[in-house]
């Protein structure tokens, strides 16, 4: 709300008033204790589109050498065990989601590779 005397109108463009928020906050709040509004969830889910796998292609995109000197993470950054270690997460957590994975672990290291990716 505006300090100025003249200003009666709120800064809130939906012309709820705090009080009146804060009552339909409060009923909201009840009304999700209470299981009121278990219904809706019966009425408004909607039916999976599918029922397949979701997939998941990576590629790793990086020259094709053993080491380069890079100023972060620093000169030590090793290339292929990084790429392991990441292969390692996504592997891990796609078994958790049920998700296929599919790998490409020759990295992609020209724009004529990345174009044909």
Same mark, same amino acid.
């Given at each position: 709300m505006h300090s100025d005397k003249n200003c009666t109108k709120s800064c809130c463009s939906c012309s709820m008033s705090r009080r009146g928020f804060l009552a339909a906050a409060g009923a909201m709040a009840a009304a999700t204790q209470t299981s009121l509004l278990d219904f809706t969830s019966s009425l408004f889910a !909607?039916? *999976?589109?599918?029922?397949?796998? %979701?997939?998941?292609?990576?590629v790793?995109?990086? *020259? @094709?050498? @053993?080491?380069?000197?890079? %100023?972060?993470? %620093? !000169? =030590?950054? @090793?290339?292929? =065990?990084?790429?392991?270690?990441?292969?390692?997460?996504?592997?891990?957590?796609?078994?958790?989601l049920n998700i296929d994975l599919h790998i490409t672990h020759e990295p992609l290291?020209?724009?004529?590779l990345v174009s044909a990716f």
């Open positions: !909607a039916e *999976p589109k599918s029922t397949k796998k %979701g997939r998941v292609r990576v790793f995109i990086r *020259p @094709d050498i @053993d080491k380069y000197w890079m %100023g972060w993470p %620093g !000169a =030590a950054y @090793d290339i292929k =065990a990084r790429q392991k270690q990441y292969t390692k997460i996504l592997t891990d957590a796609v078994k958790k290291h020209t724009d004529n």
